[in-house]
């Protein structure tokens, strides 16, 4: 079964910036999509930003547009998650997850509840202090 690792999570004030990365255990995701959840508090994880490997987007929640962009590098079979002017309400575990090609088209992609089944790796914490 795939493997997601992510790092890059840490302790950072408002107004800074973080880069998250994601490494995945197979050499190519093609056709598939991956993307990130956040885990703030409770059970829920809310879908932040999901898209295929070739960068092209398919979900990204408001409250992140203009703040955080998402770039990959196939070669290492990695994608990342640029977060900059980090507010307290980012804070959370922020989750990688990967999804077949034929779900990722109309997959439902606001919380991971709706999510079609993937895959999904352990996390990085984010924590956003004043």
């Known amino acids: 079964a795939l493997q997601l690792v992510e790092s890059g999570g840490g302790s950072v004030q408002v107004g800074g910036s973080l880069r998250l990365t994601c490494t995945t255990s197979e050499k190519t995701w093609s056709g598939g999509c991956i993307g990130w959840f956040r885990q703030a508090s409770g059970p829920e994880r809310e879908g932040i930003v999901v898209h295929y490997m070739s960068g092209d987007i398919i979900y990204v929640v408001d409250s992140v547009k203009g703040r955080f962009t998402i770039s990959q590098d196939t070669a290492k079979n990695t994608v990342y998650l640029h977060m900059n002017d980090l507010k307290s309400e980012d804070s959370g575990m922020y989750i990688c997850?990967?999804?077949?090609?034929?779900?990722?088209?109309?997959?439902?992609?606001?919380?991971?509840?709706?999510?079609?089944?993937?895959?999904y790796g352990r996390g990085t914490q984010v924590t956003v202090s004043s």
């Open positions: 997850a990967a999804f077949i090609p034929r779900y990722c088209q109309n997959g439902v992609f606001r919380t991971a509840r709706e999510a079609p089944v993937g895959y």
